[in-house]
Nanobody, 119 residues
Framework: QVQLVESGGGLVQPGGSLRLSCEASENIFSFNVMGWYRQAPGKQRESVAGITFAGSTNYADSVKGRFTISRDVAKNTVYLQMNILKPEDTAVYYC?????????????WGQGTQVTVSS
């Protein structure tokens, strides 16, 4: 069973930075895509950033220029570097991974890590 374990969340002041980590229980090249999602209270879960098997990245418009997704294959870990944080970035951040198995895609999720941006 695939496991994704997030870490790095916490409380930070506006304008500050945090780096989230997502360690997978297997080689991250086994996934077609990995990414980060977030869910704020009372809102739907939304995509923040993604990185494909080939290394292509994409970002939500709200975080472009401030967040960077990257990976360390040797550590089976995907990162989300978050800079110039704003109060509206406050949410639970989830790591996700998608793998094509036989005839369908299967999605895996981490347990989430809280990010709070407040003075």
């Amino acid at each position: 069973q695939v496991q994704l374990v997030e870490s790095g969340g916490g409380l930070v002041q506006p304008g500050g930075s945090l780096r989230l980590s997502c360690e997978a229980s297997e080689n991250i090249f086994s996934f077609n895509v990995m990414g980060w999602y977030r869910q704020a209270p009372g809102k739907q879960r939304e995509s923040v950033a993604g990185i494909t098997f080939a290394g292509s990245t994409n970002y939500a418009d709200s975080v472009k220029g401030r967040f960077t997704i990257s990976r360390d294959v040797a550590k089976n870990t995907v990162y989300l570097q978050m800079n110039i944080l704003k109060p509206e970035d406050t949410a639970v951040y989830y790591c996700a991974a998608r793998k094509y198995i036989t005839t369908r895609f299967v999605d895996y999720w981490g347990q989430g890590t809280q990010v709070t941006v407040s003075s």
